[in-house]
């Protein structure tokens, strides 16, 4: 027996109703769905990283790219031949205007490389080929947000077969193999081996000015005249005696900070690792005139060199002195004067001292050191070793040296203070740290950009190394120079 269920009217079309509600919500979640996917496949994905900024620092001891984003990013490398190639993947991200502007950065005259491609490998991955003038050991490294930059990711370029230290040091003071300078090139020190047209000119012009004995012209003409003036003329002041010196000497001059380090900036926008370098390549002018002595600089460029390599390099050249030049800043622009600093054994001899060696010792963490290869086993030897004679020694520098700044610019301090600066302790050289100016002091800071007083700076200086090589001769060294 059948059974017939009457169906009313209402209920049909409220079972219509909700039916087509349903599958128009159904519809609406495909639709978002689909949506959903359409977006993940075509536009980039909302949380891949951004590029902010793209730097290069070219350089002889070797070419760093940094590229600064929003987030950490992760890599993977290789490196093919015939011809030599660089190949980096970055994982979580998307090509953008900014990134493309590598290409552009890369310049003609850059050592290792010769350009580089910048492409988007496949989703979330871009890919940077580096073609190379020749083998590299390449080191690719991230750095976390310090001081004003955000995460860093960091390709070191070092060549494959690096140049001997002192060969190059004597090529790029031009020295002959008599181990006397070259005739004619009294100046050759400036950028990349060029003469700085900058060095002395004015400062020598005005010291001839006022030191010119000889008699004038139209006096000079009429015998009467000379006859009368010759016994009355001044006697001539004694010529200085040169430093008399029994074998070569080398002096390491370290111009502090450099590339992604700025250093201290001044309120007209001068930076510190601008000026010390300049002030450094007219030292270097001035110490290559002198017989039997030439100069080795840590960095000749605008390139980040880490602390421990600095003494490095010094070491490699069996230098005699190590000199620092930094140009300091302090919170107050009244602060003012120069300084000189030496390493300290039993802590810094002054509050500001050791605030000053806290801050110059961070450079590493600003220009960005790669923690990976980083020899800090090399950085507490040095600190072990660092012995009484070579700090007395310092000193004994330190002080003729400030004496010597002390009569072209007022002095922060009297006296050589102490603090456990990371760039002098090499154990077996004699080591100070040149704080010049205050280059947040705004008259300071004019005066560290005058080239006249970078000029008086550097003469200052090498008055204090002669005399200290003048009541300290060098010890004989079995070295090869």
Known sequence: ???????????????STVSTTVHSQQRRVLLKAGGTLLLSVFAPTANAAQIL??????????????????????????VLKDPYRLFVDIEGLELNAKLKELVAKIKSNDPYIKQVRVGQNKPNVVRLVFDLKEEVSPQVFTLQPVGNYKHRLVFDLYPANPPDPIAAMIEKGEWNKDGIPAP????????????????????????????????????AARPEIQQQTAPEKPAEKPAEKPVQLTRMITIAIDPGHGGEDPGAIGRGGSREKDVVLSIAKRLKAKIEQHPNMRVMLTRDSDYFVPLNVRVQKARAVQADLFMSVHADAFVNSSARGSS?????????SSTAARWL?????????????????????????LLDLSTTAQINDSLKLGKVVLNEIGGINKLHKGSVEQAGFAVLKAPDIPSILIETAFISNPEEEAKLT????????ADAVMKGIKKYFAKNPPLAKNRMT
């Open 340 to 348: 000189v600093f030496v390493l300290s054994e039993k802590g810094a």
């Open 1 to 15: 027996m059948s059974r017939i269920t009457q169906v009313c009217p209402e209920s049909v079309s409220a079972v």
């Open 184 to 219: 004619g090139t009294p100046n050759a020190v400036a950028n990349n081996g060029k003469p700085d047209t900058r060095t002395d000119t004015k400062a020598d012009t005005k010291a001839d000015s006022k030191t010119d004995n000889k008699p004038d012209e139209k006096i």
């Open 53 to 78: 900024a793209v730097r290069v620092w070219p350089a002889e001891d070797y070419t760093r790219v940094t590229l600064e984003n929003d987030s950490e990013l992760k890599t993977s490398h290789f």
């Open 450 to 457: 005058d080239e006249d007083y970078q000029n008086q700076l």
């Open 357 to 381: 060696a806290d801050k110059e010792n961070a450079a590493d963490l600003i220009g960005g050191v790669n923690i990976k290869t980083h020899d800090r086993q090399l950085a507490s030897v």
